[in-house]
């Protein structure tokens, strides 16, 4: 298992660049299963859950080429060829947004064999509203062996309300129901700009989708979609992470390639955190001024403030002078990078959905553990300001999400390694965010 070894105190200076959005390439990956002709993704991140998701489609007989570097991390995904609709348990239980094959598998094959993603890191995480969504739609639904078995001839469009906002609910929903006979109306959707990046490819394709990116989405049904050249948006969480790595480690760094538009809740609180943060077309100028003052925050459904960023937040806050309460409300055990920050110094009460960080505490460098993808990065991020060496163990976590991170940060001055174990064993990776 690989680990990083850092130390702190250098401040972030130089240039970074983004790559693009893994949260919005997984469900553009999976609309290639809506049409026999080929789709051409570019900006994918080159990293592990990008791999899974090629596993995933390759095992149900789909050609899948992936290229990086000069080939503008360029993906063709040409499913005529698919014999086998199914995922997996050795695939889903590594990455939950497997599930998101579910709704084209349906729509386009009729059938579905998807195993159940079980618990995670993080929380329950339940498919339910996936499932009742299908179900709205005509697929009959049956569970057996940890498998769901979704089936229909064709789906019919239907009236959607989530009982709850979900990400990758409402995008499930969105693949279904593009080939549903009909109309389908969906309340309650999720706002997040990779759901309204789904929807613009899904549109190249021939889909008719109204008001993506708002929480009623209006859906025509058509027969049959076609192939599609897409450009992936920029990945807001990565962007996000490198934006609080200027600022804690008392940098001046120029965050690019990124969409300042989608960073509106980040960049307003970090501002209110005494950070100066500048907004220039494609990218985000982030200065540490010094003397960080502490702000609470909620996670929200976007456009509030993300839980993606909210272990990060977390560390920046351990470096603000007073007493800031993050809320988490999107998943219910989203704190386990709280006590690793506690074992490098940091003053941290956990009540319930509620942590309560007193700072500033300085922070010495330890050996923690990465538990989850975003706890990773934070972890990343004390160690860029804690006296001294800190070794993070399970870095496996930040690759699935992260592209050559420690490249990334060594370029603007980090000093970052990742070493490996010198005997390998078999790591059963945990599902998470
Ligand atoms: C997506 C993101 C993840 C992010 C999360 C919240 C991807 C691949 N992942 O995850 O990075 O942290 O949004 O912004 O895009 N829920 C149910 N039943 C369901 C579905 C969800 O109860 O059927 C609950 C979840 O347990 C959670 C909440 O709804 O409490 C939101 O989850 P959801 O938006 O679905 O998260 P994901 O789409 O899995």
Do not use: W
């Amino acid at each position: 298992m690989d680990k990083f070894v850092i130390r702190g105190g250098n401040p972030l200076l130089g240039t970074v660049r983004i790559s693009g959005a893994k949260n919005a390439a997984l469900p553009a990956m999976a609309a290639a299963l809506l049409t026999e002709e080929p789709v051409i993704l570019e900006n994918i991140p080159q990293v592990r859950d990008i791999e899974t998701e090629r596993k995933l489609l390759v095992a149900m007989g789909a050609e899948v080429e992936l290229g990086y570097g000069r080939a503008q991390h360029r993906t063709t995904i040409n499913c005529r060829n698919l014999n086998t609709p199914e995922a997996s348990y050795e695939l889903v239980k590594t990455m939950r947004a497997s599930t998101l094959v579910l709704g084209p598998l349906v729509a386009k094959f009729g059938r579905a064999h998807v195993s159940l993603p079980g618990g995670c890191a993080i929380g329950a995480r339940p498919i339910d509203l996936h499932l009742k969504g299908l179900e709205k739609l005509g697929a009959k639904i049956t569970q057996e062996h940890g498998y769901v078995e979704a089936r229909a001839d064709r789906l019919k469009g239907g009236h959607i309300v989530f009982d709850k906002i979900t990400v990758t609910g409402t995008e499930d929903l969105l693949m279904a129901a593009v080939l549903a006979e009909g109309e389908t109306l969906i309340e309650n959707c999720a706002r997040e700009p990779e759901v309204k990046d789904l929807a613009d490819l899904l549109i190249k394709m021939g889909a008719k989708i109204e008001g993506a990116g708002t929480s009623t989405i209006k859906v025509k049904g058509v027969a049959r979609l076609r192939g599609a050249k897409h450009r992936i948006i920029p990945d807001r969480i990565e962007a996000g992470t490198f934006i609080i790595a200027g600022a804690i480690s008392g940098g001046d760094l120029m965050v690019t390639n990124c969409d300042p538009n989608h960073l509106t809740s980040l960049l307003n609180k970090l501002e209110e955190v005494g950070v100066k943060v500048t907004r220039n077309g494609e990218s985000v100028r982030v200065l540490s001024l010094g003397g960080l003052k502490a702000s609470d925050i909620v996670t929200e459904e976007y456009p509030g403030f993300p839980t993606d960023m909210q272990a990060q937040y977390m560390a920046l806050v351990t470096q603000a002078d007073g007493s800031s309460i993050v809320t988490e409300n999107i998943f219910e055990n989203r704190f386990m990078h709280a006590q690793e920050l506690v074992r490098m110094g940091a003053s941290i009460k956990i009540e319930g959905r509620r942590a309560i960080i007193r700072g500033r505490t300085p922070l010495s460098g330890a050996a923690v553990l990465a538990s989850d993808l975003r706890a990773s990065a934070s972890l990343v991020l004390a160690a860029l300001v804690a006296e001294g060496e800190t070794i993070i163990d399970r870095v496996y976590h930040i690759d699935r999400g992260y592209e050559r991170i420690e490249e990334k940060f060594r370029g603007v001055g980090a000093e970052i390694r990742r070493i490996g174990e010198l005997l390998p064993r078999k790591v059963h990776v945990q599902a998470h965010a």
